[in-house]
Nanobody
Framework: QVQLVESGGGLVQPGDSLRLSCTTS????????MGWFRQVPGKEREFVSA????????IYTDSVKGRFTISRDDDKNTVYLQMGSLKPEDTAVYYC???????????????WGQGTQVTVSA
């Protein structure tokens, strides 16, 4: 059984920064890639960013480019999502996921965390 555990969510003000973490319970190299998605109630879950474990290739959705950075720490089995210049529209539950292919589609990811709430409000 593989578990992904997110942490780091919270309530912040517009313009603030926040770092999300996702730790895997097993050797992360069982995944080719790790992704971050987010979901607002009543809307479909949307892709945010992804990274490959080996080469560290990254992709981002257009709305977060230049503001968010995804990274990984192999020693800690952890993927991070550093979020900066946060906006109210970034408010969502953020999920991390592990998959065996690299991309932005949900069906490329097999294992999912439970989610962590990020709220950006003045």
């Amino acid at each position: 059984q593989v578990q992904l555990v997110e942490s780091g969510g919270g309530l912040v003000q517009p313009g603030d920064s926040l770092r999300l973490s996702c730790t895997t319970s097993r050797d992360p190299f069982i995944f080719y890639a790790m992704g971050w998605f987010r979901q607002v109630p009543g809307k479909e879950r949307e892709f945010v960013s992804a990274i490959t474990w080996n080469a560290g290739s990254t992709i981002y959705t257009d709305s977060v480019k230049g503001r968010f950075t995804i990274s990984r720490d192999d020693d800690k089995n952890t993927v991070y999502l550093q979020m900066g210049s946060l906006k109210p529209e970034d408010t969502a539950v953020y999920y991390c996921a592990g998959g065996r292919s690299f991309g932005s589609r949900e069906n490329q990811y097999i294992y999912w965390g439970q989610g962590t709430q990020v709220t950006v409000s003045a």
